[in-house]
């Protein structure tokens, strides 16, 4: 079983800066992609980051790319989203995701994540 600790949310100005992380345990890190979504009230969650296993390959929400970082460390089994230029339209909970499985590639589907965590609500005033 894998289990997964965000940290970091809270609340922001517009043009602000979060760094959230997520603390993975119960399976290597290391071999598997990473990914960050979110979810406003009344809303689907959606994709807003993936990495793959070792960093290499990044991929992110078209609206988010530009102000959003995702990294690893897998010494520290820990994924981060590092948010800058945030807007009140990125309000939402946001939620750290491991993958179903061993790839290559970047999953960008929730389908594609076995494990989630419980969230960390980010809320960005105007």
């Known amino acids: 079983q894998v289990q997964l600790v965000e940290s970091g949310g809270g609340l922001v100005q517009a043009g602000g800066s979060l760094r959230l992380s997520c603390a993975a345990s119960g399976r290597t890190f290391s071999s598997y992609a990473m990914g960050w979504f979110r979810q406003a009230p009344g809303k689907e969650r959606v994709f807003v980051a993936a990495i793959n296993w070792s960093g290499s390959n990044t991929y992110y929400l078209s609206s988010v790319k530009g102000r959003f970082t995702i990294s690893r460390d897998n010494a520290k089994n820990t994924v981060y989203l590092q948010m800058n230029s945030l807007k009140p339209e990125d309000t939402a909970v946001y939620y750290c995701?491991?993958?179903?499985?061993?790839?290559?590639?970047?999953?960008?589907?929730?389908?594609?994540?076995?494990?989630w965590g419980q969230g960390t609500q980010v809320t960005v005033s105007s």
């Open positions: 995701a491991a993958d179903s499985m061993l790839r290559v590639g970047v999953p960008i589907g929730p389908s594609e994540y076995a494990y």
